[in-house]
Structure formats: C-alpha cells, structure tokens
C-alpha cells in the first residue's frame, strides 16, 4: 500500500516540478498547437499553446516506477505498450508541427504501427505473463475461447482506447482528468485482486493517476499546454494493456465509458452523414455539441468527468463481485 502511494505522489510531484521548465522550453521553440479550421470558432485562440505535454507525464510515470516497482513482467509490459503508444503520437505531434498543419502521421501508418503494437502485446501476454487466450465476460461468470482471434481482440481494444482518448482530448482538461479517473478504478481492481504481481500493476496505475493529475495543474482551462498525441495515445495505450493484463476487456466498455461515448458520437455522426446526409449532433465529438450549445469548456469538463466517475464505479464493482 505505501509503495502504492508513494509511486502516485512522486508522479504527481515531478509533473508539478517539470511542468513550468518543459512548457517554457516548447513556447521558446514555437511547438505550438495546430487548429482544425472546421472546429468550433472558440478554439482558434488556442492555437500556438504549446503540445507534447503527454512527454511530462510519461517522465512523470517512468522515473518513481522504475524505481519503486518490482519488475513484474505484467507491469513492464504495459509501460512498454504505453511507450511505444506514446511514441507513435509524439511522431504525430512532430509531424504536425513541421508540417505546421493539424494533419500527422496518416492513418494507414498508425494503423500499422499499431498492429506491429497489438502483436507485441499479445506475445507478451501468452508467452510471458501467460494470460489464457480467453475473453472473459465478467459481467455474468462465462468466458470465451478466442483461439486465433485473440491478436484480432488486442488490436480492437488498442485501436479502440486510444482513438476513444484522442478524441476526447478536444477540451482542456477532459481527457486527462477522464483518464485518472479510469486509471484511479484500475489502481483499485488491481490492489484488491493482490498478489504481488498485480500490486506492481497497482504501483503502475497509481503512478498513471498521479502524473494525469500534476499534468491538470496545467492543463485546466484555460490550457497552458496540451497532452497532444504523445499523451493521448500513450494513455489510451496503457489504458489498453491494463484491460488486457486485467482480462477486462469486455468491462473496459463499462469503465471507459465516457471514451466510448465520445467515440461512437462520431461514429454516430459519419455514418448519418454518409447514409442520409444529416448530422445528428451540431458537431462531433460530443463534447463540441455541448459547446455548440453554449455551455461553457468547464461545465462540459465537470459533468463528462462525473459521466467518467460513475461508469468507472459501476465497472469497478463489477469486477469485485466477479472476482469474490
């Protein structure tokens, strides 16, 4: 427990203390912000605040744990499929700075980095955490075998998480106090299951929990800096591999709640558009529908991160009376 905590505090402290230099250090090289030209017209006073905050908050989770941890296989490779997560977006975020665009990497490249991804998190988790290549239902006591499929599955829940997180990365401070909270549930799965694997697991999560909240010190509104992809991405990543260490996959859409939301409002959107030439929400996600609406950036924060607290708190009781 106290290793726990203290991972989390170091996190939260080394976001506190990086934040101010690394934010001078990218408004000095101009990494500023691009700005869709469709968005809402509020936005494009925001271009130019500077990106790559996701950077503070993996040195943030890296450093107490590589310290504190154990080096339990299960824990490592999650920070691994973080990184590596993490790193497609920073090419993202480089990409659209050069290119001085709101367009990156494009989506056949990320696409296949993150099958190379999925691959690699698959073959971790049967070779060396020696995960069953079930899909476990918890919500009723069943499982399926997925045999083959099982890759296919880990690939889904990656793409899925971190296009959810991304596109709920649209307003300051939403994905990243949305993202504690489903990292905090996790923390809290993990501790109770116990065992000293998943207690590094814990120790992970906690260290997830406490850099998202020393990075929203500086990302509430209004924003000094934003996550961009290498944040979003890297904590979709994480938030991924947990489901998939965890073998809660099928529960990741209860306590991902709000990132599955997000997603299907655009999903939502483009198909209605495509299919009958109406829009179904003034502007997606669905966070820019509140906007178009006028509410402001903090009430649409406030109550997406209740939405967020209470489908994380639904899944995590799930799961505790799945396990007990």
């Known amino acids: 427990m106290g290793e726990v905590l203290i991972g989390g505090m170091g996190s939260l402290l080394i976001g506190l203390f990086l934040g101010p230099k690394f934010i001078e250090w990218l408004r000095t090289r101009e990494f500023g912000q691009q700005i869709r030209e469709e968005g809402p017209a509020g936005h494009h006073e925001k271009a130019g605040t500077p990106t790559m905050g996701g950077i503070v908050i993996f040195v943030a989770v890296t450093v107490p744990f590589l310290i504190l941890t154990e080096y339990r296989a299960i ?3 999650v920070l691994a499929v973080a990184l590596a997560s993490a790193a497609l977006g920073f090419a993202d975020d480089w990409a659209k700075i050069q290119k001085r665009r709101s367009l990156g990497v494009s989506g056949r490249t990320k696409l296949a980095v993150q099958a190379l ?8 988790a049967t070779q060396y955490v020696e995960l069953p290549e079930v899909l476990r239902l918890r919500v009723i006591d069943a499982s399926i075998d997925l045999g083959y499929l099982y890759p296919v599955m880990i690939l889904l829940v990656l793409m899925g998480t971190t296009n959810g997180v991304n596109l709920t990365d649209g307003l300051d401070g939403l994905a990243a106090g949305a993202s504690a909270i489903v990292l905090f549930a996790f923390t809290a799965m993990t501790f109770i299951t116990g065992g000293p694997a998943q207690l590094d697991l814990a120790l992970l999560c906690a260290c997830f929990v406490g850099a998202c909240i020393g990075f929203l010190w500086f990302n509430s509104f209004p924003a000094s800096v934003f996550m961009g992809d290498t944040g979003s991405l890297g904590l979709g990543g994480a938030i991924a591999a947990l ?25 939502i959107q483009v198909f ?53």
Do not use: D
Request: proline share 1%.
């Open 75 to 77: 824990s490592l490779v």
């Open 117 to 124: 991804i999925a691959v690699g998190l698959w073959l971790a």
């Open 243 to 267: 489901a998939v260490m965890t073998q809660t996959e099928v529960l990741l859409l209860i306590i991902g709640g709000i990132f599955v939301i997000e997603a299907l409002s655009v999903l």
């Open 272 to 324: 209605s558009f495509q299919r009958f030439r109406r829009r179904v929400f003034l502007m997606a996600p669905l966070h820019h529908h509140f906007e178009m609406l006028g509410w402001s950036e903090t009430k649409i924060m406030l109550r997406f991160w209740i939405i967020a607290a209470i489908c994380s708190a639904i899944g995590f009781t799930v799961y505790q009376a799945s396990i007990s």
